[in-house]
């Protein structure tokens, strides 16, 4: 599953804590999103506008909140913040690096910072602009007034990279303790353990030596890949295959069900177009058949002798 900005991705050795998601790399919250537990990690984190974040922020680089945004508990960073406009943060503020400031940013416990503090007031700003616009077509200067607009647009919105490693939530998504809500496609790496019920409006995908406390329930494909472990039922409105050595603790219901021989259900399965068994060795020959199509199998196959 390619990467696209409307897939939740969760990165690999991701834990769901009682209170806390503890993962590695940056962290990527969209827009109008509620976050019902604190977020720890040891890069980035990027919030963005109407975001609902229940629990606190950690992280040992810059955390950059959004305007309208609102943090339940404590923010601790290494690096920068920057608040946007009209910004709640429930707990106490500690940096070590500079403090951003918008307009009417509210910290209901303080803050302690190590670097500048700068405090931005954008209204004054936007009126200058508009005057100055308006001068300028008074002048009759329609070429300059292109060229502003032309510049404006282009530092607006600019990309920022991020690590390699990341947590990405899309817009209007919901992370709970006990339901989330995806609009799209969830991806889930390896050795990952996930807490809560997941509503996906789209396929699933979840690498190998993953655990998930709670049920799946998919509009699309569900593809649990080897030693997965699922305590909880899983639902698809498309087809389900589940790997060897993985375990569900739940039922299976699906249109159709792929399911290998070493796999483990505990429960019932029901299939509108029947159940599959599958065996390691088909997979790897049909795997193969794929790769040869591709014309990827001979490329290895020569690698592996020059080996």
Known sequence: MTFDRKTLVIPDNTKFEEHTIVIKGDVVIGDRCLIQFGIKTDGRIFVGEHVIIDGGLDATDDIRVDTFSSVGGDIKSGGNVYFGEKCKVKGKLSLRGDLDVGDSVEIDEGFEAKGWINIRSPIPVVIYVFIYLLQLLKMGHSAEI?????????????????????????????????????????????????????????????????????????????????????????????????????????????????????????????????????????????????????????????????E
């Open 146 to 306: 292109d060229r502003l607009l032309e510049e404006i647009e282009e530092n607006d919105g600019g990309t920022i990279p991020i690590s390699e490693t990341f947590l990405y939530i899309p817009n209007n998504s919901i992370i709970g303790v006990q339901k989330s809500k995806v609009d799209y496609n969830l991806r889930i790496g390896k050795k990952s353990r996930i807490l809560g019920n997941f509503d996906v409006k789209g396929d699933v995908f979840i690498e190998e030596d993953t655990m998930i406390h709670g049920t799946l329930k998919s509009t699309g494909d569900i593809f649990c890949c080897k030693k997965t472990n699922i305590q909880g039922n899983i639902n698809s409105n498309g087809n389900v295959t589940i790997e060897e050595k993985a375990c569900i603790a739940g039922e299976i219901s699906a249109e159709k069900i792929f399911l290998s021989k070493d796999a483990s259900v505990s429960s019932m399965l029901f299939a509108k177009e029947g159940i599959s068994f599958t065996t390691p060795s088909a997979v790897e020959i049909e795997d193969k058949v794929k790769r040869f199509e591709k014309n990827v199998d001979v490329v290895d196959e020569v690698e592996n002798m020059l």
